[in-house]
């Protein structure tokens, strides 16, 4: 399985996340829990993970055209990480917090089946190895 469309999806959503969250992170706070007013603590976090966001975009487009290198397994590594980690924060807020806006059920499953799609990348893979 070539991995390509999974790190150009990536890219293409999460880097614009990134730069949401840093410039604009209100706006991102509202669409995802719901929040009218949030503080300037949760305002300088948001920013902070948008810089993290930002940088699985931008390591997931730098590395979408090589074949299977350590260095594109490890940003595979990395985002299957983050995926399965966000989707449970997100899912975790949502289901246990109630902090929910308009775009909190769809990043939830987004980052489900991102999390899917990485196992699915990472197996093919290992089975092309054992062969």
């Known amino acids: 399985m070539r991995l390509t469309p999974l790190l150009m999806v990536t890219a293409l959503l999460e880097a614009p996340t990134g730069l949401l ?3 604009v992170p209100a706006i991102v ?3 995802l829990f ?3 007013h949030p503080g300037a603590e949760a305002l300088v ?3 902070v993970a948008g810089a993290g966001v930002l940088s699985v975009g931008v390591s997931s487009w730098m590395a979408r ?3 299977r290198t350590p260095g594109q397994l490890g940003v595979l590594a990395g985002v299957l990480v983050y995926n399965v980690v966000g989707s449970a924060v997100l899912l975790y807020a949502g289901a246990a917090l109630g902090t929910i806006g ?3 059920w769809p990043a ?3 980052h489900v089946a991102l999390s899917a799609w990485s196992v699915a990348g990472a197996l093919s893979g290992s089975a092309a190895k054992r062969r």
């Open 21 to 23: 969250l840093l410039l």
């Open 29 to 31: 706070l509202a669409v």
């Open 34 to 36: 719901g929040w009218d």
């Open 45 to 47: 976090v948001s920013r």
């Open 65 to 67: 055209h090589d074949a």
């Open 102 to 104: 308009v775009l909190l």
């Open 108 to 110: 939830v499953v987004y």
